[in-house]
C-alpha cells in the first residue's frame, strides 16, 4: 500500500550541480503535481501533470523542468541548483484535476543546497 | 500582501478544547476552500472541502467559510493528543489551483 513514493527523502548538494527528484504513484492517478514548502510560506506550486503526456507550469516554475514519464512518474529536475532552492519538496496526485478528490501527497524530500 | 494569510502559531490547548483555526484571504474570485492536517515530516493529507459559503461538518471537525469578510475557519471539538499537527488551509478559484497559507502548527496536551 505505497500510495506516493518519492526518492531520495534528503539530499545536499552544492550551488551549480544538477539533480532529478523521482516521484512515483501506484494509484493509476491521472494527474499529478510537484510544490515546494519553505517556512511562512505554505506549499507552492511548481509544476502539475493534468495527464500522461501533459505538463504545465504552476506558480513558481523557475529553475525547474520536469519530465511525467509514464502514467506512474513525474520527475522534477534543478538543472544548476541555487541556495534559493533549499526547500521541502512534496509530489502529490490525484485521480484527476478536481479538488474535492483526495490529493495524496508523499513525505517529501528535504533538499539543501550550499 | 499574501493572497492567503494564516496564524502560524504554535497554538496550545489541552486534551478536550475546542480549537478554532482561522484564515483570511485578498482574492474574493476563490470559491473552492480546503483544509489539510500535516504530521511532523509527512505531507498533507485533506481534511475538509467545501464549495462557496456556508458550514461543513465531518464528526469532531467543523468547516466554516464566510466569502463576505474573506475568512474561513476550521473547529476541532473534544480535541485530542492525535490532533497535533500543522494545519494548512487552502483555496482556489477555479477547482484546479491551489494557494495554500502558511499553516498553523497544533499542540494538544494529555
Redesign the interface.
Known sequence: NAG?TQTPKFQVLKTGQSMTLQCAQDMNHNSMYWYRQD???????IYYSASEGTTDK??VPNGYNVSRLNKREFSLRLESAAPSQTSVY?C?SRED????Q???????TRLSIL | QKEVEQDPGPLSVPEGAIVSLNCTYSNSAFQYFMWYRQYSRKGPELLMYTYSSGNKEDGRFTAQVDKSSKYISLFIRDSQPSDSATYLCAMSPNNNDMRFGAGTRLTVKP
Do not use: S
Open positions: 506516493v517556512p511562512g510560506m505554505g506549499l507552492r506550486l504552476g506558480e512534496f502529490a484535476r478536481r479538488l474535492n483526495p490529493q495524496h501527497f508523499g513525505d517529501g
